[in-house]
DNA sequence: CCTAACATGAGACACAGTACCAGTAGTGGC
DNA sequence: GCCACTACTGGTACTGTGTCTCATGTTAGG
């Protein structure tokens, strides 16, 4: 039931766009009232994001798996292998979905909101790995590896909606996770060739 | 008389907190109404956010003033110092509201916001250092080195703003990029070390 | 049959933000 | 002095989101 009032909202949203869809529109369309979109969903928004709300808990999980020896941008990366899968699995709705979120500034916003929800619940692992104290808020670091990092995905999921023919997901987010540790100079060779870009992952424990 | 209002908004906002701060408590204290109110600012976030709209002009000048030889990671710390003295000066009170945005959801959201369009005037000159090209939006690499670089301040002003006694800003950052890369393993000797982080700025070729 | 949850609907309300219209002060030309 | 012109200001009504309260079924258990 919940699913159905969330997919009536997608529909209406890929259909008219976000901010020309109203709650009463919504409402008029899966017959029921105002009142009752408000007690499935806190608001329109989280009726648009609800159906992907977990996907933090996914990416946790995954992260903790992944083998202690990994440094943790290299884990980082292993453990949105998951997350990237969901995104290319739906493939062009999701893709539509996706695009209209980053054109929408109330989305946009809603959506980087989310990934600061992630922050708190990748904080532990990762401050684990780094070797730093998870419950010492001065220490910048932990912090910075997962902004860094959901960054990183934010701009390969950009690029994956921008094109008409893209690339892998996977491979996009390599390159931009590869561009922030190997800065071009010591490795420019690579970066002008169109080929694929370097990866992140250690390609001989994989 | 723009910055008679804003100072207005602060002193309310920072007095009883965002969400209890009406538009109307505003005006009655400014002594305007709310038509004048909306004239000098399309919305009450901005009111608050106004004063500070420009400081990504600023940065954009001060990365591209930076020696084309400097890597774009470098080139932004670098160009980072310059905001970072702008948020360091005024002191107590800029991190009083600085705690308040981190703080208020609807805030931290649009403070984000101010990142994406930084990203846009940034784009071009990081997009040069790479060697990328700045209209290919299939090539994630340019974004993905803002989005980082601005992720690891996001984590730098948390941090600051977390401690009562806080060490300086730049110290904070540079810890912050320092770790995202410089992954603990090879320099593990230094990171658990209460002193000085490794400084991500050239001391020696870069 | 009765009642105690429970979901739903209806209406009033607070607030942000927009649009439009009217008054009012300053300014320059005649 | 008078008349337009302009710009700033205030007032009012409106749309839309989200909250709250209350009334109305509806159903399961006694």
Redesign the pocket.
Known sequence: ?RAEVAATVQDLVLERGY?E?????I?ATA??????????F????DALFGETADAGEHLQHALTARPPSESPWVAMRRALDALIEQYEGHDERTRRLTRLIVGTPALAARHREKNAHWQELLRPEIARRIGADPADDSDPRTHAVIAAALGCVEAALTAWTASTQPQPLSTILDRAMGAVTEPPGQTSRHERSPGPAPSVDGRTTR
Chains 1, 2 share one sequence.
């Open positions: 039931m901010e869809t109203t709650v009463d529109d409402c017959e029921i009232s105002r009142s009752t979109f408000f007690r499935y806190p608001s329109k928004e």
